[in-house]
């Protein structure tokens, strides 16, 4: 599935199931974590950005990919999903229903990593919910920013992992529908 979103702020590109990942938003640390999201999750996932502001290209990236997941087939999907990740001092916990209903949790304390401010990761992940239709709780502890973010990349895209696995025929609901 691909996205495209054209603002007079940014310009974003976002493709899921892609031959192979490629990212490139002109935010390091950020093009880090969505390689991170791609790695653990198992998905190809292209991710091409410009903009005018970190904080637009990031919001811009998580509507574009939050939209690319809400089109994902829900039919046989596992639905929840949820990982237990350390890195070093810090872990994140992370739990996710892809229900169609879209929520974001947070519980602990980030503090900004150089050029990718805590309220930037809040803001992706809080618009990426919003956007997927994907219920997400997300616990961090720890000391070094970069571990804490790094570590909770990876149990959301573990936990995606699992919650796209598809197990069954049938929709993960008795409503019999997943939206």
């Known amino acids: 599935m691909k996205v495209k979103r054209k603002t007079t702020e940014t310009e974003v590109e976002v493709e899921l199931k ?3 990942t490629e990212i490139d938003t002109g935010i390091k640390f950020f093009d880090h974590m969505l390689k991170t ?3 653990h999750s198992g998905l190809n996932i292209v991710v091409k950005a410009r903009g005018d502001d970190i904080h637009h290209i990031i919001e811009d990236v998580a509507i574009c990919l939050g939209r690319a997941f809400s089109g994902i087939d829900k039919k046989g999907i596992e639905r929840f999903g949820d990982a237990i990740v350390p890195m070093d001092e810090s872990v994140t916990i992370c739990g996710i229903d892809f229900s169609g209903r879209g ?3 947070f519980e602990g304390e980030i503090k ?3 050029d990718f401010r805590a309220e930037d ?3 992706f992940f809080d ?3 919003r956007n997927s239709g994907m219920n997400v709780y ?3 502890k720890g ?3 970069h571990h804490m973010i790094e570590s909770a990349f990876k149990a959301f895209a573990i936990a995606l992992k699992k919650a796209l696995k598809k197990t069954s025929e049938d929709y993960r609901s008795v409503k019999g529908i997943l939206d």
């Open 18 to 20: 892609a031959e192979k």
């Open 37 to 39: 999201l791609a790695k």
């Open 103 to 105: 929520v974001f949790v």
């Open 112 to 114: 900004d990593y150089r």
């Open 121 to 123: 990761f809040l803001h």
């Open 127 to 129: 618009t990426f919910c």
């Open 138 to 140: 997300m616990c961090i």
């Open 143 to 145: 000391g070094n920013s």
